[in-house]
T-cell receptor, first 115, second 109 residues
């Protein structure tokens, strides 16, 4: 049990749908992250939030819209996705935002399929 | 060429064997993480190191900063060690994780 939960675990959506992924961390951390993991590719960082403020957007298309209402919750709102957006979306959190000294704790991921 | 190369990409072993997974990187780094990803998708951080060697149970991680190389060793491997192992150096100037593509390990009884 990592202390980071994600819902739903699996999601199938059409290209015209709007859906949201939810992440919650119970570790009292201040930084939260969204990652995308496509088949046969390394993990890609999408967004970083520190104390609810977005500190990084790694050139992510606007059809992905993150929201961080507080340090414990992170959402990823999805709309008009493409089939190539099908992937495993992972949320992570860390106490501080410095990855050279701090460990990230990952959620189980949401496996997204876009038809 | 990728900034992070892991070898082998796939590895099968019999229970009890000694396992070595290698990671080479081409950029300056400040630290390096080893991660474990189980078939369900969840990722667990195994080690974070910036020099020398760390040991946790049957797992040992080493790093040689000058040679830009790190290894993950598993002693007395067990089927529950079956997972994808990911090397993730931290860019020295960027403080960002640079992920390898992972090594898929299967340990058979």
């Amino acid at each position: 049990e990592t202390g980071v939960t994600q819902t739903p675990r699996h999601l199938v959506m059409g290209m015209t749908n709007k859906k949201s992924l939810k992440c919650e961390q119970h570790l009292g951390h201040n930084a939260m992250y969204w990652y995308k993991q496509s088949a046969k590719k390394p993990l890609e960082l999408m967004f970083v939030y520190n104390f609810k403020e977005q500190t990084e957007n790694n050139s992510v298309p606007s059809r992905f819209s993150p929201e961080c209402p507080n340090s414990s919750h992170l959402f990823l709102h999805l709309h008009t996705l493409q089939p190539e957006d099908s992937a495993l979306y992972l949320c992570a959190s860390s106490q501080v935002i410095r990855v050279s000294t701090d460990t990230q704790y990952f959620g189980p991921g949401t496996r997204l399929t876009v038809l | 060429k990728n900034e992070v190369e892991q070898s082998p990409q796939n590895l099968t072993a019999q229970e009890g064997e000694f396992i070595t997974i290698n990671c080479s990187y081409s950029v300056g780094i400040s630290a390096l993480h080893w991660l474990q990803q189980h078939p369900g998708g969840g990722i667990v951080s195994l080690f974070m190191l910036s020099s020398g060697k760390k040991k946790h149970g049957r797992l040992i991680a080493t790093i040689n900063i000058q040679e830009k190389h790190s290894s993950l060793h598993i002693t007395a491997s067990h089927p529950r060690d079956s997972a994808v192992y990911i090397c993730a150096p931290v860019g020295g100037n960027t403080d960002k994780l640079i992920f390898g593509t992972g090594t898929r390990l299967q340990v058979f009884p």
